[in-house]
């Protein structure tokens, strides 16, 4: 380190952005397009999935089968890099707390292999506190963002079905793919015990986009997690944002660089970005015009709370103190087992789109319920790729059913034993929940005093816990999937048993992937810390346009959300550049 | 696109001079993804790994857990679990043994319960036999096999080998079924381009399930 010094990079950009993931990459493509100059800051390395390839591979290709590894927390064929836990870059929580807090390093980020549910906030998510008093009402309604949702639709396409419903609106949708057999079956015992089914809503190309020559027909593999290679049929935002952002030359993307700081003036604007390169361990900066943060909400905000100065001297845009506050995830509770109406099944290739093709959109009314805002049901099982796991526990199922006319010994060896495993594949049902939380004041992260990263910057220290709402709305999931369970027949071999013990198991905050609220948006600069379009209040050249803008974050997955705001946020950028206002 | 372009715009600042030179010196040859990996460990992977993985991947592929006499245990039990059939090969045709050599070095929570098990397997037929379990007949392997391969009628004071012989049961399938023998046993049709169209009306109409008007006209449809 004898000559370690500070690289300024002489280039001046329009736009620096930090993160390549939906906001990050609706931004870069934006900016990019309409002629801007734009450095992107990636944390990770490169990625195609044409050369990074893990589509159409055989389990045996992995010599672990597909099961996952510290790398690839979602399996060994999962188009993530890096999940839970990175070597060198940790992360503290107060005791009696839990979060966890999902990395990923790598250009496109998490949308390589997100489940591309895409669903639109509704009117009513934009209200919440006018509705029920808890938590706060966004600065702009569904009328303000339903341009850019209809936009987002038709340029990145996503399928499903218009059904009128109040809350989880229409859109402009490609077709949606027939259910598969076990989805059949959910859709008719959901029904029966009052749980609206519907055709799911995943960014995945049914059919061709018609203005869209880099970009194929979903060829329904069911494997949309390891980023689609041939086809690019999924939405990632490295092959369907940042290649195109690239190709107009407008882009220089710079990868493995971490982030450190972002750069102010004397008057408190921001100039640029501070950041060290993974492969050479040197400092850099960059300079431009307008600073946009979409590292993920929680990177994002300890880019903020590090970057500290005279004017921002409790980090920056964050006079308001709200910076790292009402963080939350979704709730997540699941349980499944197996659909006796399934053994000794025709086989046929069921792969469909990487994910269900049916789900239930929030149903009830929660004035007649015990805990306020919803979830939406997701489902699974069918005829998948064999991997790591399977067959495991078959001494528990094939002493129990007759196979072939036999009632069998549990257990066992040998030729009959092959039989059972024929007989018992692609008989599994599951389903989880996906709901909406109470973003809390005090439910938040802070820069920890006493830890930095190996690349010596101050790490996170989380302090989160669920309140009763959310463990009510658990244990009303679970009931909800035992009955639906239960009406088609289904054996429950797993998540059947929880009770108050533990939280009906409601998944830890964080374990569900969609943190948010962390830098929310607002009318009020002493409460908020970015204005209703994305940009700071306290530094008028500062935007972020990740999950940290969100003020709450529905019963949707908020992907969607992210985009549209994003596409928002970055032709206002443009606009006011026009006017001379950045 | 402008492949070149797009290289230079990868180029700025950060990759290693190096690497970018060499992509852009290969860009016009077919395999250049191949290079881009930048490690020679590299072509053993046939899916994409990045540069830690192969690092690790290498490391744990070079290391053995098993002895010779625990493979060879383990061998036999494995094709007593998974044996040929008139529908396929057995166990070891599909290379089970070497997959649990690797799994145990992967994850090494297997390796105190498979040593520890295949140890109290070796005991019991010492005591019995006078023999460990490899050197018994067929006769003799099965006799205790079937002490412990039944969980619900095996006796109590053979818990510990039937908690054994389930995590055997479980490894030999999750290798089996996760090889090109077990995947073509199983008939599993995917992981191959395809359009759907809904499940086949045959199997529909034995289910006692059917699409509905609504489904059958506006769900995606492919010739």
Redesign the interface.
Known sequence: MGDLQIKK?PKQYDAIVVGSGAGGGMAVYTLAKAGLKVALIEAG??YDP?????Q????????????S?K??PFG??D?C?HGWDIDGEPYTKKSGTQWDWWRARMLGGRTNHWGRISLRFGPKDFKRKSIDGLGDDWPISYDDIKPYYDRIDRMLGV?G?NEGLENDPDGIF????????HE??IQ?AATHAGVKVI?SRLSIL??ALPDNKDRGEC?????CNRACS?AYADFSSSSVLI??A??T?N???????MAREVLTNAEGISTGVAYI?K??MQE?QVTGRVVILAASSCESTRLLLNSKSKRHANGLANSSDVVGRYLHDSTGAALGGYLP??FD?????????GGMHVYSPWWLDNKKLDFPRGYHIEYWGG?????????????SMN?KHVVHGKQK???????S??ED??YF?GASVGMGGRGEAIPVYDNRCTIDPNVVDKYGIPVLNFDVKWSEHEIKQAKHMKETFKEIMHEMGAIITWGGDDGPENNYGLESPGKIIHEAGTARMGNDPKKSALNKWNQAHDCKNLFVVDGAAFVSQADKNITWTILALSLRASEYIIDEMKKKNL | MDRRKSLKAIAVGTLAAGVVAESCKLSDKKDETKKETDSADASKFTIDRAKEEIERDTKLMSQKFFTEHEMATIAILADIIIPKDDVSGSATDAGVPAFIDFIVIDMPDHQTPMRGGLRWLDMQCLQRFDKPFKDCDQKQQMEIVDDIAWPKKAKPENAQGVAFFNLMRNLTATGFYTSEIGVKDLGYAGNSPNKWNGVPDDELKRLGLSYSEWEMKNCAKYD
């Open positions: 990079n390395p490169m044409r050369k990074n390839q893990t159409f591979k055989n389990p045996w290709e992995s010599p672990r089968r597909g099961a590894t790398f690839r060994d064929f188009a890099y399928f079905s490609l077709p949606p793919p027939k259910p598969r057999a059949l079956f008719k055709p049914t059919k060829m329904f593999c069911g494997q041939v290649k195109p690239i190709a030359g882009v220089d993307v710079y990868p493995n660089a390169n492969d050479d850099y109406q399934l099944r025709k086989r046929y290739n069921e792969d469909g789109v005829m998948g790729q064999p991997a790591y796991g399977f067959g495991f526990g078959i001494e002493g010994e549990a257990g066992g060896y040998g030729a034993l092959k495993y024929r594949y």
